[in-house]
């Protein structure tokens, strides 16, 4: 099977709190292993970037779905690749953990202490999400 990684960025609407957010959450949790997709979520300042890897197909449709989700505004896709292996294979949709961020780590990659991934590329995206992994601010 053709494996994808997928990279894509999203405004939340104005009235989304924690409760969705968390269902939002459990959801992916729930349908993601079934589909064979894992991941990684970052939800920051209303915005969302998330990276899904799975087979093209599943990966496809679960974009296009989220495309259409009256949840997100502004989706714009970051990234899109064919994949030897995964990177985030240990999550079913791991979260980031905004609290534990350090902002150096923003500012490494951006202007400014702030998760933007409409001011920068894909690649780096990726590899501020890399970081994120290897310094352990995600939560299962």
Same mark, same amino acid.
């Not at 104005?14 to 957010?21: F, G, K």
């Not at 500012?107 to 780096?124: F, H, Q, R």
């Given at each position: 099977?053709?494996?994808?990684?997928?990279? !894509?960025?999203?405004?939340?609407?104005?009235?989304?709190?924690?409760?969705?957010?968390?269902?939002?959450?459990?959801?992916?949790?729930?349908?993601?292993?079934?589909?064979?997709?894992?991941?990684?979520?970052?939800?920051?300042?209303?915005?969302?970037?998330?990276?899904?890897?799975?087979?093209?197909?599943?990966?496809?449709?679960?974009?296009?779905?989220?495309?259409?989700?009256?949840?997100?505004?502004?989706?714009?896709?970051?990234? !899109?690749?064919?994949?030897?292996?995964? +990177?985030?294979?240990?999550?079913?949709?791991?979260?980031?953990?905004?609290? +534990?961020?350090?902002?150096? =780590?923003? =500012?490494? !990659?951006?202007?400014?202490?702030?998760?933007?991934? !409409?001011?920068?590329?894909?690649?780096?995206?990726?590899?501020?999400?890399?970081?994120?992994?290897?310094?352990?601010?995600?939560?299962?």
């Amino acid at each position: 099977m053709m494996l994808v990684r997928l990279m !894509y960025a999203s405004r939340a609407v104005p009235s989304i709190d924690q409760d969705e957010l968390h269902a939002i959450l459990r959801q992916s949790k729930l349908n993601n292993p079934g589909r064979g997709i894992t991941g990684l979520l970052c939800y920051s300042g209303g915005i969302f970037i998330q990276a899904l890897e799975g087979g093209r197909s599943a990966v496809s449709q679960l974009y296009n779905r989220i495309t259409t989700d009256p949840r997100h505004t502004d989706v714009v896709l970051l990234s !899109y690749e064919e994949i030897g292996e995964r +990177r985030f294979a240990g999550w079913s949709m791991g979260q980031v953990n905004m609290a +534990r961020l350090n902002p150096a =780590l923003l =500012l490494k !990659y951006s202007a400014t202490a702030t998760l933007d991934p !409409y001011s920068v590329s894909g690649k780096v995206s990726l590899a501020l999400f890399d970081e994120l992994v290897a310094t352990a601010s995600v939560m299962c």
